[in-house]
């Protein structure tokens, strides 16, 4: 009864959100309208990330108790929800984007007072110590998060069903730790499944289709980001005090956001050795390859929500059977390397897919 009652809460009032929004997203011109890029039928209304937002609000305010942490994330994530709005309605500029993605982190850093002071044991031989780099680190990460999910957001579930793996893990990490924060990812849990609903049109695929949209995207990545921060760190280094044992390893916090943010490095990486800005859109994700592969949507969300399980798993048996953190470490660095020759090397991998099948 520890996690039902809000999951189920949460859940309702999402549904009951989505419900409510979608009349009012004609009017105030909230729609996302098929282009070049955008290959869906007709104008589709980008309210699932307000309806998710709204759902945590609500549901927080019954169920976590009551913080000066809490509040803080709660100020942060109705800030990048808002400016996530406008981006949706107007198609805010990069550099605006930016702006408010430093002011959001700023609200963690020197509001929460929670910022990334080590990175644990991955080089084996010391324990990787920031000081106060950690305070620009800690920025990057956030910037880096928002706009790992956001750049995922390409094909119909695939954002909301691979932050579904990333907050159910989050969740166990923290229930197994006696954390009281387990239940914010279990409340996005119930509130993206009641979107997915929607976005995917399954079971009823009579239902009109949604889109989170820009907002839903960056509010996911802002709060995975948050949680990774206060889960992997041991002080608020603001207060300069003790609040908690780390929950779980910095390197852990890899494994379960490791497509996303493999996809954005790769992808980025990329653009930077062509001359080009590292926030030009292209096709060259994930997603992309599967397709160009020969997968239909439905197949290519599964296969990447898959392998995204997979990942988190190997990052949650690091955990549990204490595997060093040196060793999980080089091991995703290996796998970001296989990565990124993948795309390199992207028609070599649809020749070899095609003759596999």
């Given at each position: 009864?520890?996690?039902?009652?809000?999951?189920?809460?949460?859940?309702?009032?999402?549904f009951?959100?989505?419900?409510?929004?979608?009349?009012?997203?004609?009017?105030?011109?909230?729609?996302?309208?098929?282009?070049?890029?955008?290959?869906?039928?007709?104008?589709?209304?980008?309210?699932?990330?307000?309806?998710?937002?709204?759902?945590?609000?609500f549901?927080?305010?019954?169920?976590i108790?009551?913080?000066?942490?809490?509040?803080?994330?709660?100020?942060?994530?109705?800030?990048?929800?808002?400016?996530?709005?406008?981006?949706?309605?107007?198609?805010?500029?990069?550099?605006?984007?930016?702006?408010?993605?430093?002011?959001?982190?700023?609200?963690?850093?020197?509001?929460?007072?929670?910022?990334?002071?080590?990175?644990?044991?991955?080089?084996?031989?010391?324990?990787?110590?920031?000081?106060?780099?950690?305070?620009?680190?800690?920025?990057?990460?956030?910037?880096?998060?928002?706009?790992?999910?956001?750049?995922?957001?390409?094909?119909?579930?695939?954002?909301?069903?691979?932050?579904?793996?990333?907050?159910?893990?989050?969740?166990?990490?923290?229930?197994?730790a006696?954390?009281?924060?387990?239940?914010?990812?279990?409340?996005?849990?119930?509130?993206?499944?009641?979107?997915?609903?929607?976005?995917?049109?399954?079971?009823?695929?009579?239902?009109?289709?949604?889109?989170?949209?820009d907002?839903?995207?960056?509010?996911?990545?802002?709060?995975?980001?948050?949680?990774?921060?206060?889960?992997?760190?041991?002080?608020?280094?603001?207060?300069?005090?003790?609040?908690?044992?780390?929950?779980?390893?910095?390197?852990?916090?890899?494994?379960?956001?490791?497509?996303?943010?493999?996809?954005?490095?790769?992808?980025?990486?990329?653009?930077?050795?062509?001359?080009?800005?590292?926030?030009?859109?292209?096709r060259?994700?994930?997603?992309?390859?599967?397709?160009?592969?020969?997968?239909?949507?439905?197949?290519?969300?599964?296969?990447?929500?898959?392998?995204?399980?997979?990942?988190?798993?190997?990052?949650l048996?690091?955990?549990?059977?204490?595997?060093?953190?040196?060793?999980?470490?080089?091991?995703?660095?290996?796998?970001?390397?296989?990565?990124?020759?993948?795309?390199?090397?992207?028609?070599?991998?649809?020749?070899?897919?095609?003759?596999?099948?």
């Amino acid at each position: 009864m520890d996690y039902f009652v809000p999951f189920i809460i949460a859940f309702m009032f999402s549904f009951g959100a989505i419900l409510v929004f979608k009349p009012i997203a004609a009017k105030v011109g909230l729609l996302d309208l098929p282009n070049e890029r955008k290959c869906h039928d007709g104008a589709i209304p980008l309210i699932g990330g307000i309806a998710i937002f709204c759902s945590i609000f609500f549901a927080s305010s019954l169920f976590i108790q009551a913080s000066q942490t809490l509040n803080l994330y709660l100020i942060s994530s109705s800030m990048i929800l808002f400016i996530g709005v406008l981006d949706d309605r107007y198609d805010l500029s990069v550099r605006l984007r930016l702006v408010a993605q430093v002011i959001t982190a700023s609200i963690l850093v020197f509001g929460a007072g929670f910022y990334l002071t080590t990175l644990g044991d991955i080089f084996y031989f010391f324990e990787f110590k920031l000081g106060y780099v950690g305070i620009l680190l800690t920025i990057i990460a956030v910037i880096g998060s928002i706009n790992a999910f956001n750049m995922v957001d390409g094909i119909d579930g695939l954002a909301g069903m691979l932050s579904l793996v990333t907050f159910t893990s989050l969740s166990v990490l923290f229930y197994r730790a006696g954390n009281e924060w387990f239940l914010l990812p279990l409340l996005f849990d119930a509130a993206i499944l009641a979107y997915l609903f929607f976005n995917l049109r399954w079971p009823f695929i009579s239902v009109q289709k949604i889109f989170m949209g820009d907002a839903g995207s960056m509010l996911i990545g802002l709060t995975v980001v948050w949680l990774l921060v206060i889960g992997t760190q041991p002080y608020n280094v603001h207060h300069g005090v003790s609040i908690n044992e780390p929950v779980f390893s910095p390197v852990t916090a890899l494994y379960l956001i490791a497509i996303p943010l493999m996809d954005m490095a790769a992808i980025m990486f990329r653009r930077f050795k062509k001359g080009l800005s590292p926030f030009n859109p292209d096709r060259d994700h994930l997603h992309h390859i599967f397709e160009r592969a020969g997968y239909n949507r439905k197949q290519t969300l599964i296969r990447i929500t898959l392998l995204s399980l997979l990942l988190s798993l190997c990052g949650l048996a690091g955990e549990f059977y204490l595997v060093p953190e040196w060793i999980m470490f080089s091991s995703f660095i290996a796998l970001f390397i296989i990565y990124n020759w993948a795309l390199a090397h992207v028609w070599q991998i649809i020749t070899w897919l095609k003759r596999s099948d």
